[in-house]
């Protein structure tokens, strides 16, 4: 298709962020869930719960090192760690946002938890909702049956108000033809949907193309993310974003994050749109985006990414000045106001929709990873990426692979667990 080639990184805004300057800190505060999801990169319950004081280290560590705005609470499902909120209260005490990312079946179990979450401090939801969960009284739906599952979700948090809600999909060749659906469904609810984060499903081939080493050892890995064949690694970002522009013209992405060996790559894909419901006007260009962490961060002398609130005041018209992408929104906005002049006092909003292409592994073997990686977490007192530490965890080092035919006299397969005992 002739989008395909589309997004340009060259008419794009390139975040400017590092790893010692970065919006985002990644915290694990548990490796047990409630659920199990297809293309998790975390072995469930491989040690459980992390102390209290253990994840006050790690939250330190993360401001320190990372300059972080935002702490994204992840796991496993960190809503069933018994001290959720004093590790919400903490960040907050620190100056920083509280974001939890989770499945939300314990919040069907206790709905009144979102005002305990919200009292402590955090700042807003991410549900990871998909069609290849193994989720109770859901499975075998397809993404446009979870829709339903999805609003039931954003009504529970706008009735609680003052937190933003996201909605995380991974895709699978199974179900990138409904992203435009879920799309759809989120534009039709702008008034209470924040964003969406789509998902490419990526892993390790395990079909005998490659040996595993750590440390010089071969081992044959036991992560979840290995598969037998690449069949299902092939969507990227360009393709989510081609399918989401196709069914959705007003849709325009306005920065990314690139790949640390691949320079076409783009890792991290993000747009913001504008729109009312009912009627979606646009998005906003590169030179807005630019704009908004650069003042930011002057401001508060670091990024941005997560804002509680997704209002657009309408004083927003005077950025088509500078961004053309803007100047097209503007334009829908006032031909709307035309056709119904009351439609004036109706309120606009923001609501972005983030693309994420994890890890390639290339034809050598080795890894394609997120430049800037927004979600790097700590393990045992240093940075490591969130979607690769279970390498950490059961090897102590990440995992080289090396093609089979490039190793003729291949070394036994070590039992790395065993000298670890």
């Known amino acids: ?50 102390t209290l004081a253990q994840i006050k280290e790690e939250i330190d560590l993360l401001q320190e090192w990372r300059n972080c705005d935002n702490i994204s609470i992840a796991g496993g499902e960190p809503l069933i760690h018994p001290n959720i909120l004093d590790i919400i209260s903490y960040i907050r005490e620190r100056g920083m946002k509280p974001h939890i990312l989770t499945n939300g079946v314990a919040l069907e179990r206790n709905p009144d938890l979102l005002k305990d979450l919200k009292r402590a401090g955090a700042v807003g939801l991410t549900f990871h909702v998909d069609s290849e969960q193994n989720r109770p009284h859901w499975k075998n739906k397809t993404e446009i049956e979870l829709n339903e599952l999805r609003l039931k979700y954003a009504r529970m948090v706008a009735e609680v108000g003052g937190l933003f809600v996201n909605f995380g999909m991974t895709v699978y060749p199974t179900n990138y033809d409904q992203i435009p659906e879920v799309v759809r469904w989120a534009n039709k609810h702008i008034d209470i949907v924040h964003g969406l984060v789509f998902i490419t499903f990526r892993g390790a081939v395990n079909d005998g193309s490659f040996n595993y080493f750590v ?176 390498e950490w965890r059961k090897y102590g080092n990440y995992v080289i692979a090396q093609r089979t035919e490039d190793e003729p006299q291949v070394a036994p397969i070590a039992d790395i667990e065993a000298q670890k005992n």
Request: aromatic share 12%; hydrophobic share 35%; net charge positive.
């Open 1 to 50: 298709m002739s989008e395909q080639q589309r997004p340009y990184k060259r008419d794009l805004y390139r975040f400017p962020w590092s790893s010692n300057d970065n919006p985002i800190g990644w915290l694990e505060v548990t490796d047990k869930c409630n659920i199990y999801c297809r293309g998790c990169y975390r072995i469930n319950g491989l040690a459980g719960h992390k």
């Open 215 to 390: 440390n010089g050892q071969r081992i044959q890995p036991e992560v979840s993310y290995m598969a037998d064949s690449d069949e299902e690694f092939h969507v990227t970002s360009k393709d989510v974003y081609a399918k989401i522009q196709s069914a959705h013209p007003h849709y325009d992405a306005a920065a990314y994050l690139g790949g640390t060996a691949s320079h076409t790559r783009m890792t991290w894909l993000v747009a913001a749109q504008v729109g009312r419901k009912g009627k979606m006007y646009g998005s906003i260009g590169p030179k807005t985006m630019e704009m908004v962490q650069t003042v930011y961060h002057w401001w508060n002398g670091r990024y941005m990414v997560y804002k509680r609130s997704h209002k657009l005041t309408k004083l927003a018209i005077f950025l088509s000045l500078f961004d053309k992408n803007m100047r097209k929104a503007t334009a829908a906005f006032f031909k709307d106001i035309l056709r119904n002049p009351l439609r004036l006092f109706r309120r606009t909003y923001i609501q972005t929709i983030g693309i994420v292409q994890g890890p390639d592994m290339l034809e050598d073997g080795s890894s394609d990873m997120c430049e800037s990686c927004p979600d790097m977490t700590v393990w045992e007192g240093k940075l490591v990426y969130s979607c690769r530490m279970d």
